[in-house]
């Protein structure tokens, strides 16, 4: 391609690539959002509880099939995947909101599945297009890569929840034209960007996407606590609401200017290595002596005898070992893979019980606008993907310790918080939706880098997809049949169809069941810990054999 043709032009389109990343990944939450208009399908089609949730879990379901998208990464190309997704989502979210906007009747039931299916899977197409691409282009930087992308996925329910109450009053119909809309247009910049590019070949080119790492740090959190301190004010109406709007676009496309920077920059070095023209000349000379002198000392050797080749050949069809590139039937018979997936359901699949019922968990305990916990349950998790991604990635480089660690303290975390939310005191439900939003973002940031880490990149794709099918089977165990049979065993029928539960109880039992689940998944973690604890001892030697020699030039 005619993309990396010098290293400045590469440089900068890799970063250039990374940023319609992350502006994909902003808009790519729209998963997580069903609780804004939830309430609106409920009225209109007048649904039970289990009803509604059985809608929700087949919008997770598009999910699993996002095995489809795995499979088409190793055979399409990064727009193509892109372009499938966007116009996928555009008429997914666009029926639903022809519906609640009232612009047609409301479908039959297992329509509306559909749709909701549609929209879901749309998802898996963007996201696997961007983390398969970015993990590669930034291989050595995994952890810091993949905090940056599932932290701004965190973020875009807050971007979507906070920019449609600012806009339009939190109106749901006008809620899912931007669902429908925004990822189409970001998709569409994306595609004319997002490509493959050769990772860093030194330490130096290494140091410096750290740099760069460390600034996309510093503006996403600048962007998670200037929508939170918007929820905080709560003043959301007139001039205040379109110069936050405002300010938040500008955020949101700042980071345009590091691509910029590394062009220059790398125009700079260019300049300065011609200037030492003589000094390679030098090297080339050296260069030739060396490849001479080890030509003799190749061709003084004895030529491998018959049977060490054949034991050579026995050696390489063994089973990989952790670490090594799996196949997919490679991966799916270790066990270390089945204890990855299982902790995986415990976390993701309460966290998603949490996101899917909020509506109801709000309305039952007294809150008659819950945005404000949609919106916190998206930031918090934001931070727990963004810092779980770095200093996981910092404890390996410096100590070498095993990814799933992180993952086993955030399980207990969570069972804190599903504890906090069942006790249903004073402000419990500001507080668990914090501590599970952190919890969830950590989850997903980790189990990321960790995949790529035991079984390889080269069919990473259809991996993570496989991992993510954790997220269908969570929402329907824990959100279609725990949280819907629970909630509807406790309401009360309503006039016309449909029931209503108000008070703690409502959700109490399944938080109780959830928080246990949580504590099963941290035996699970720390099991993998152990059994992986060799790996990360490898991965630590080899990022640190690796600083000496790259200060040789």
Not at 58 to 87: E, N
Not at 282 to 287: D, H, N, Q, T, V
Not at 503 to 513: E, M, P, T
Request: aromatic fraction near 10%.
């Amino acid at each position: 391609m005619g993309f990396g043709r010098s290293p400045s032009s590469s440089s900068a389109l890799k970063w250039l690539g990374f940023v319609t990343a992350v502006w994909v990944q902003a808009i790519s939450g729209n998963n997580y959002t069903f609780s804004n208009y939830s309430d609106a399908l409920k009225s209109l089609m007048n649904l039970t509880q289990l009803e509604l949730n059985s809608l929700s879990v087949a919008k997770d379901v598009g999910k699993a099939f996002g095995i489809l998208a795995g499979l088409a990464s190793d055979r399409l190309s990064t727009p193509v995947i892109l372009l499938i997704g966007c116009f996928e989502g555009l008429i997914g979210y666009g029926v639903q909101w022809l519906v609640v906007s009232q612009t047609i009747q409301p479908l039959p039931y297992w329509q509306m599945c559909i749709f909701l299916c549609m929209g879901g899977n749309s998802t898996t197409w963007m996201n696997t297009a961007v983390l398969v691409t970015c993990i590669r282009n930034f291989r050595r930087n995994r952890g810091p890569v993949s905090g940056i992308l599932k932290g701004y996925v965190g973020l875009s329910t807050a971007i979507f929840t906070d920019v449609c109450t600012a806009l339009f009053s939190a109106d749901p119909a006008s809620f899912l034209v931007l669902l429908s809309v925004v990822p189409f247009a970001v998709c569409l910049t994306a595609v004319l960007f997002l490509r493959e590019i050769p990772p860093a070949a030194s330490v130096a080119e290494e140091n410096e996407e750290s740099r760069y790492f460390a600034v996309f740090n510093v503006v996403a959190i600048v962007i998670a606590v200037y929508l939170q301190s918007y929820d905080i004010i709560g003043v959301k109406t007139g001039a205040v609401s379109i110069a936050f709007a405002s300010v938040l676009l500008i955020l949101l496309a700042s980071p345009i200017a590091i691509p910029f920077h590394a062009y220059v920059r790398s125009l700079n070095l260019k300049n300065s290595d011609e200037e030492d023209a003589e000094e390679p000349l030098l090297r080339s000379e050296i260069a030739e002596e060396t490849v001479v002198g080890a030509a003799t000392a190749t061709d003084n050797e004895l030529p491998p005898s018959p049977k060490l080749l054949k034991e050579e050949e026995a050696e390489e069809k063994k089973r990989p070992v952790l670490g090594d590139e799996h196949t997919i039937l490679e991966a799916l018979l270790t066990v270390d893979f089945w204890v990855l997936f299982v902790s995986f359901l415990c976390g993701v699949g309460t966290g998603l019980a949490v996101m899917n019922n909020m509506g109801q968990i709000g309305l039952a305990l007294g809150y008659t606008d819950v945005s404000i916990f949609v919106s916190m349950m998206s930031i918090w998790g934001f931070f727990g993907r963004l810092l779980s991604g770095t200093i996981s990635e910092y404890f390996i480089k410096k100590y070498g310790t095993p990814r799933p660690l992180w993952n086993a303290a955030s399980q207990i975390l969570m069972a804190v918080g599903y504890l906090v939310m069942a006790l249903a005191m004073p402000g419990s439900l500001y507080i668990g939706s914090m501590v599970v939003g952190v919890c969830y973002g950590v989850r997903l940031a980790i189990t990321v880098p960790t995949a790529s880490e035991l079984f390889g990149l080269k069919y990473y794709g259809l991996i993570y997809n496989i991992l993510i099918l954790n997220l269908p089977l969570g929402s329907f165990l824990f959100s279609g049949l725990l949280a819907g049979l629970l909630y509807d065993a406790q309401a009360t029928p309503t006039p016309g169809g449909g029931n209503t539960c108000v008070g703690a109880h409502c959700f109490r039992l399944v938080f109780i069941v959830m928080g246990f689940t949580s504590i099963i998944g941290v035996g699970l973690d720390i099991l993998l810990a152990f059994r992986t604890k060799d790996i990360y001892a490898r991965i630590h030697g080899s990022k640190n054999a690796k600083k000496p020699s790259g200060n040789l030039r």
